[in-house]
């Protein structure tokens, strides 16, 4: 007998069908795929039609197979394996599934150090989903609990890494960030800098460090954006102000630092200063020093504006 090719109206049917294996698959045998794909996939794909099995049956094979993954080692105690099946479906991007498995660790397994580690893991997955402030809860009440615990520097990375995911994003269907709410930078850069001073040494440390320059980076274009909003409106005593901000706080930030620089010379003649802006104009003709360090924690990146 010749091989059978499905109709034309049959193979949408047969996508669906492996989509709802794969999804079955996922939601109900993970914990048995490794094991039972070999020989369920040859038994089933028949048995649904015998004209798609030849197409079916690697789908079948597969979906089986991916719920499960790579076959682990089972956890050496029930506290253990309900962790490692909540880490599984983290994995898979499973929220709902992780959430309960670690809630049923935490409530179940009191006094084992998986009811720790699923405390951070709930958060993690907050943090996956974007539920920024409900992640920064999670970390911190983690942190406040278990202050010794070898993951507080973890969870403390965490938290900063959470308000700097908070920041504006530059859009072209928005003004620039610099132009937005500062409040959401000035938070990730007290978190940022609070983790560095704790945890200086930390795997995260130098990322941490590139986002806290962009962080300033961020404030000192909006002492820019001001100061030239002034200047171009002739108001040169207020410009001044709002460079000298930048010649003054942002050091660590040699770009602005420069922009900033020279546009207040200018100003300074502008307003008959010659003294100060010959001052500066050797300061800008200098070798550049090394960056000054970004303030710490509890001083202010730089002056706020009266209503910021």
Known sequence: MPQLTPPAALRPRAAAAARVAL???RALWRPLAPALAPALAPAL????APALAPALAPALALALTACGGAARAPGESPAEELYLQGMDALK???FLTA??????????FVYTRFAALAELRLADALLAQARYAE??????MFIQARPNHAEVPYASWRVAYAYFKQRPSDSWLLPPDHERDRGATKDALRALLTYLERFPDHPRAPRARRYVLACRTTLA???????????????LASARGRYEVIVKAFEDVPARWREGAVELAEVYEGLALKEEARALRARLAAPSPA???????AAPAAPAPAGG
């Not at 959430?99 to 179940?108: C, D, H, L, M």
């Not at 274009?221 to 108001?235: I, M, Q, S």
């Not at 960056?291 to 924690?297: C, D, E, G, L």
């Open 99 to 108: 959430a309960e498995r670690f809630r049923s660790v935490k409530t179940k």
């Open 291 to 297: 960056p000054s360090p970004a303030p710490s924690p």
């Open 92 to 94: 898979d991007d499973d």
């Open 45 to 48: 794909a028949p048995a649904l």
């Open 221 to 235: 274009d909006y002492e820019l954006y001001v100061a030239r909003f002034y200047r171009a409106r002739g108001e």
């Open 135 to 140: 992640a920064i809860d999670g970390y911190q």
């Open 23 to 25: 999804l079955c698959a």
